[in-house]
């Protein structure tokens, strides 16, 4: 079964305004730990943010925050003020413990407009 | 500081032969791991080490080989190249395993295989 879904492909957005990036995952562990990943052309994976599941407050670093629903189990990716250099291929993926890896979705790409 | 590196960037192969890729964690980082991406199959696992032993490996065939030196560095080894390992080859670090440490990727290796 598939741990992270990603159902959004791609997605436009115009530049200054925010974009939310959809991810729901799966485990029946009370202890991970959730990330997204950019990953530009050029193929380089770079870190974005983090959300531990014990974590009570939403993780924000920068203009990206993280829209943690436990219940429900998803992890939306909020980039806010768009900038061109945004456009990249968006990864969610998901650590579990004693796993020693990261499971990833299937990514969103987004693109952004002038 | 050095990030990961990843050497070479790219490389060409012959269906049959084999390949060999390094990565050089972050100084401190004792765990590594690997990924294939493909743009059928996405972002696939193959292993992780974490000083000198393998403590999880993907669902790869045989051909496909690791190992981590004292040092923390890693090479990966494919065996009779298939055109289908042709892919972007992703390693990544890690300062601890717990699951509120992320993962610092590399650039990448672009193997094709013709």
């Known amino acids: 079964a598939q741990k992270i879904t990603q159902t959004q492909p791609g997605m436009f957005v115009q530049e200054k305004e925010a974009v939310t990036l959809d991810c729901t995952y799966d485990?029946?562990?009370?202890?991970?730990?959730l990330f997204w990943y950019k990953q530009p052309s050029s193929g380089e994976m770079i870190f974005l943010i983090y959300?531990?599941?014990?974590?009570?407050q939403n993780a924000t670093e920068g203009r990206y925050s993280l829209n943690f629903q436990k219940a429900r189990k998803s992890a939306n990716l909020v980039i806010s003020a768009s900038q061109l250099g945004d456009s990249a291929m968006y990864f969610c993926?998901?650590?579990?413990?004693?796993?020693?890896?990261?499971?990833f979705g299937a990514g969103t790409t987004v693109t952004v407009r002038a | 500081k050095a990030g990961v590196t990843q050497t070479p960037r790219y490389l060409i192969k012959t269906r049959g032969q084999q390949v060999t890729l390094s990565c050089s964690p972050i100084?401190?980082?004792?765990?590594v791991s690997w990924y294939q991406q493909t743009p059928g199959q996405g972002l696939q696992f193959l292993f992780e080490?974490?000083?000198?032993?393998?403590?999880n490996k993907g669902n790869f065939p045989g051909r496909f080989s690791g190992r981590q030196f004292s040092n923390s560095r890693s090479e990966m080894n494919v065996s009779t190249l298939e055109l289908g390992d042709s892919a972007l080859y992703l390693c990544?670090?890690?300062?601890?395993?717990?699951?509120?440490?992320?993962?610092?990727f590399g650039s990448g290796t672009r193997l094709t295989v013709v």
């Open positions: 959300q531990g599941s014990y974590d009570q």
């Open positions: 100084s401190g980082h004792r765990s």
């Open positions: 990544a670090s890690s300062l601890n395993p717990g699951t509120n440490y992320g993962y610092t």
């Open positions: 080490y974490f000083s000198e032993t393998q403590r």
């Open positions: 993926a998901m650590r579990e413990p004693n796993d020693y890896k990261l499971s």
């Open positions: 485990t029946s562990d009370p202890s991970y730990g």
